[in-house]
């Protein structure tokens, strides 16, 4: 992590979200080993005012800020010409892609080129990147060109053995990848039943259908499936038994049933509003010739509609 922080006694950085959260500490610890100085920000994600008095008032030079919230400020610079001056006046943009058990696994190559943003190993690392038909994917969910990383034992990184592959002894992260050009990637999610949020934490979506299923597939629910990768909070896209003329009671009812078990649940895995709860026309959610559903092609044909969710939020 120390290689990829600036190496300036002057270097300001602002953390955006918990010191618990294991990038935050990272970024914390390599900061003060350079003696650099943190911002701590109000709000998660910073907001806009945030972030124009950080760069003139604090000397901001680097701002840590997860993906989909560093989107939502790019996208707020095209209207905002102060805040445009306030992002351009920091030192560089480097994506890094990281995992609680092992930290920073990768990091973009950076600078202004055609390649700046895909990711490379972090250097002294063995990793594989393991073709679909190596049977370690789950087929229905990946497309031929996505690859499983896989940390090798022998990778100075690789976790305990309590955490590894029993048959191979390799540590299987089930995050996908494209190989865009020899030894450059782009991330493409996972390949098992967890999703990353925008706040980069994971949402167990099997254990959230199962709970939905188990209280209601035996009067209201034919199918459900959970979607919201990259968003504040998980949705459940709902096929009801019978098509129902109140779709609305359908998902305050569906709501009522599951809260004791979302209420025990982390903040960022648990739907708390009917918003949440989509009731979709019957025959819908289309299925494999398995008879499962499709994570990734159900939340990218049902993207505006989702869009819309979280916009109303």
């Known amino acids: 992590m120390q290689e990829l922080l600036p190496q300036k006694e002057e270097t300001v950085i602002a953390t955006n979200a918990t010191f618990a959260h294991p990038a935050v500490f990272m970024v914390t610890t390599g ?13 998660m994600p910073c907001s806009l005012s945030e972030i124009r008095l950080m760069v003139k008032e604090y000397g901001l030079k680097s701002l840590f800020m997860y993906s989909w919230y560093l989107a939502d400020r790019l996208r707020d610079a095209h209207s905002d010409p102060e805040l445009l001056k306030a992002l351009q006046s920091l030192d560089d943009i480097i994506f890094v892609f990281a995992s609680t058990e092992l930290g920073v696994l990768m990091s973009s190559v950076g600078g202004n080129g ?32 996505e690859q499983l990383l896989v940390v090798s034992a022998e990778s100075r990184d690789c976790p305990v053995p309590a955490l ?13 990848f ?9 991330s493409r999610g996972r390949n098992d039943d967890w999703i990353k949020m925008s706040s980069a934490l994971r949402c167990d979506t099997l254990a959230i259908e199962q709970n939905i299923m ?10 459900v499936v959970v979607v919201g990768s990259g ?17 609305l009671s359908i998902s305050k009812e ?10 025990r649940r ?9 918003r949440y709860v989509i009731i979709l026309p019957h025959g819908s959610l289309s299925k494999t010739a398995k008879g499962s559903v499709q994570r990734k092609l159900v939340e990218k044909a049902f993207q505006t509609q989702l869009d819309q969710v979280y916009a109303s939020a």
């Open 31 to 43: 900061v003060h080993a350079s003696a650099g100085s943190i911002i701590l920000p109000k709000e």
């Open 114 to 145: 055609p390649d700046s943003t895909l990711l490379q190993p972090t250097n002294g690392t063995s990793y594989k990147f393991l073709p679909v038909n190596s049977g370690n994917l789950n087929k229905n969910e990946v497309s031929a060109s």
């Open 164 to 176: 590894r592959n029993k048959e191979t002894g390799n540590f299987h992260t089930g995050d996908l």
């Open 178 to 186: 494209v190989e865009v050009k020899p030894g450059l990637y782009e």
């Open 214 to 223: 188990e209280k209601c597939a035996f009067d209201i629910i034919d199918r």
């Open 231 to 247: 968003r504040p909070s998980p949705a459940v896209l709902v096929e009801p038994t019978a098509e129902q003329a109140d779709p």
């Open 254 to 263: 569906i709501l009522r049933r599951i809260t004791p078990f979302h209420e």
């Open 266 to 274: 982390y903040m960022h895995e648990r739907i708390d509003h009917a």
